[in-house]
């Protein structure tokens, strides 16, 4: 079957499934037009790890017109860190050995039941520790505006593959940044949902820090996807209280004109050492005076997360985060981690682990709650945190190396780059990236997107999506397409 226009893959998601419901398109056509532009873009930006052409090209060619599921026929691709039944999970290391799993993961079996057609696994750091997505086994995932620099990571090649048009929508995760760092970098929209928001099952009961997202090119479809994976699984230890009307009727209540004003805090001051660029703070002041004059109250305020030793104390729960998963590749293997097995960044982390001990991951952990609630207290006046994505342009691919002599000055330049973003993740609360902006002539990045992040209460989603959706009507960002797209 002839591949269609490749266009038709930076239309939504939402759009791509209402065609296929209506018979105008197949959904076979669509998996068809999705693995040619794989075939076609993937060498150059390498967002794809794997690639199930047979498998996904079965699923869509039972899709029919009038098959009542939100997305049944789209294409998309599930970040190699979730367990995709009978495919490799690599988590972007070779010391996994990559074992295939005989179940889905539930944001994998949420998707199916949805009708998504799964085409492959998306590339990602090793354990998905680093704001870009430069694994040593599989290599750079570069950014479809500029092939020079890093997608952003951890959800590196999920952004890149959308981005490049190789596909409409694609999966990622956030622990600290690891959605909303390559939406930014990419200009996509990428939401962290709240903690708890969407189950981690059957894998684990809960989780401080990270959460399962999509990554968009619209408000919609990021409201939609949403409304798919959101709820609790049976054995969950913790979830996310149940919204009261669906997230997308809130996303489409914004996009109306519907929406209350709303109070807005502009935070220009990062959370980590560094400074944002120029570019970064003229596009989020012009975003603040746009919420001006759509009516909402934005008030700029001091910064309610600095603290010394930040970067430190988010290290005390993320690093720990990181060795468990290279102990149970050691349980499952029977042997040892050696040096030679991980990145040397991997390794970094993984005898600061060794170092610590449990008393003290308590403790700190403790106070990484504490703190959490201090920031939730301090904003609580708001119904909204607006501040930067990013503190500086996509960074070019050799600029952080994981693998590189000095890891620990790897990690920190990792915090440099993205200063904003782990704070919710350590408050549990939602926040979004928008791609607002673009870079200006005379930047080193000139016409890269520009992201902004807009910050939630504590499990309410809906006011977010709902505001996102009013910047989207104000500022229409979905004709900017990525050179390799276009």
């Not at 997230?247 to 209350?260: P, T």
Request: one cysteine or more; hydrophobic letters at 45%.
């Amino acid at each position: 079957m002839a591949p269609l226009d490749p266009s038709l893959l930076t239309r939504s998601a939402l759009d791509l499934a209402d065609l296929v419901r209506r018979g105008e398109i197949s959904a076979l056509e669509l998996t068809d037009t999705a693995l040619a532009a794989i075939d076609d873009r993937n060498p150059a930006v390498n967002a794809l790890i794997d690639v199930w052409a047979d498998e996904a090209r079965t699923v869509a060619a039972a899709i029919g017109p009038g098959d009542p599921r939100p997305f049944a026929g789209v294409p998309t691709a599930i970040k190699n860190n979730r367990a995709v039944a009978g495919h490799r999970l690599t988590n972007g290391s070779t010391f996994g050995a990559d074992p295939i799993p005989t179940h889905d993961h539930n944001v994998v079996r949420r998707l199916r039941d949805a009708g998504f057609v799964l085409l492959g696994a998306t590339n990602l750091p090793e354990w998905s520790i680093t704001a870009v997505t430069n694994p040593r086994r599989f290599g750079p995932t570069r950014n479809p505006w500029d092939l020079s620099r890093t997608s952003g990571g951890s959800s590196g090649g999920s952004a890149a593959a959308v981005a490049s048009g190789m596909l409409p929508i694609a999966h990622g995760n956030d622990g600290g940044g690891s959605i909303r760092i390559p939406a930014a970098c990419c200009g996509l929209v990428g939401l962290k949902p709240q903690r708890g928001r969407i189950s981690l099952a059957p894998d684990l009961g809960q989780h401080l820090l990270a959460v399962d997202g999509m990554l968009t090119r619209t408000v919609a479809d990021t409201a939609a996807t949403l409304d798919v994976l959101a709820g609790p699984e049976p054995g969950d230890a913790s979830w996310a209280p149940p919204p009261a009307v669906p997230f997308a009727a809130q996303a489409a209540l914004g996009a109306s004109g519907g929406l209350e004003r709303l109070r807005v805090a502009l935070v220009l001051e990062p959370a980590f050492e560094g400074e944002p660029s120029a570019a970064d703070v003229a596009v989020t002041r012009a975003v603040a005076e746009r919420l001006a004059g759509l009516g909402h109250t934005v008030d700029e305020v001091p910064a309610p997360w600095r603290r010394d030793g930040l970067l430190k104390l988010f290290a005390s729960a993320f690093v720990p985060a990181v060795a468990s998963s290279i102990r149970a590749v050691e349980l499952r293997r029977g042997r040892a981690c050696t040096p030679d097995d991980v990145e040397a960044l991997s390794w970094l982390l993984w005898e600061q682990a060794q170092e610590g001990r449990a008393l003290d991951y308590v403790i700190e952990e403790a106070g990484l709650q504490a703190f959490a609630r201090d920031v939730v207290t301090a904003t609580d006046a708001y119904d909204i945190v607006l501040t930067p994505s990013l503190a500086e342009a996509p960074l070019r691919i050799e600029q952080i190396d994981p693998d590189g002599p000095d890891p620990q000055a790897t990690f920190d330049r990792g915090g440099r780059f993205n200063p904003y973003l782990a704070i919710s993740n350590i408050t549990g609360s939602p926040a979004i990236t928008l791609p607002l902006g673009v870079r200006p002539d005379g930047d080193d990045a000139a016409g890269l997107p520009v992201g902004v992040q807009l910050i939630g209460r504590p499990a309410d989603e809906g006011t977010l999506l709902a505001l996102s959706a009013e910047l989207e009507q104000a500022d229409p960002w979905a004709g900017r397409i990525a050179p390799v797209a276009d």
